[in-house]
């Protein structure tokens, strides 16, 4: 399968993105999928996970009560919904499906990756 990550751009600190991974194959539903995100100068972290078919969510704890993951199987699509963004919050997002998994925080396990989107937060 391919990924697409989009809907990154530039938002002032308390602002609001939604980002989206549009993946191809119709073995989409199938797969768990998360969002990663790497800052500059830091290691890739874990931001959330929906399961397969949508069953069960995960999130990291910078993601916790501001960012909503969500996934529509009839669009092979995920989406992130991030609300009050903070400057901390910028980086790179990645979008990462796992054909194996029922849902996962753990990177080693998703097999497949979008080429990122870029969100930056301003101050």
């Known amino acids: 399968v391919q990924l697409q990550a989009s809907g990154g751009g530039l938002v002032q600190t308390g602002g609001s993105l939604r980002l989206s991974c549009a993946a191809s194959?119709?073995?989409?539903?199938?797969?768990?999928m998360a969002w990663f995100r790497q800052a500059p100068g830091k290691e890739r972290e874990f931001v959330a996970a929906?399961?397969?078919?949508?069953?069960?969510?995960d999130y990291g704890d910078s993601a916790k009560g501001r960012f909503t993951i969500s996934r529509d199987s009839a669009k092979f699509t995920m989406y992130l919904q991030m609300n009050s963004l903070k400057p901390e919050d910028t980086a790179i997002y990645y979008c990462?499906?796992?054909?194996?998994?029922?849902?996962?925080?753990?990177?080693?396990?998703?097999?497949?990756w979008g080429q990122g989107t870029l969100v930056t937060v301003s101050s």
């Open positions: 990462a499906g796992c054909p194996d998994c029922s849902l996962t925080n753990r990177e080693y396990e998703y097999a497949y």
């Open positions: 194959g119709r073995t989409f539903r199938t797969y768990a």
């Open positions: 929906v399961g397969r078919r949508g069953v069960g969510t």
